[in-house]
């Protein structure tokens, strides 16, 4: 049996990847948007 402790490792581990992967994705977003708003601009 594995040590209980290595296992909150691993969850936790797994939570930060996530929680990267979706601020990178809200900040892909954003930035996407700010460029649609100054070609908007642009026009």
């Given at each position: 049996?594995?040590?209980?402790n290595e296992n909150n490792v691993k969850k936790l581990s797994t939570i930060a990847e996530l929680n990267t992967g979706i601020i990178l994705a809200q900040y892909k977003s954003?930035?996407?948007e700010a460029n649609i708003y100054q070609s908007e601009e642009a026009l």
């Open positions: 049996m594995s040590n209980p954003v930035a996407n």
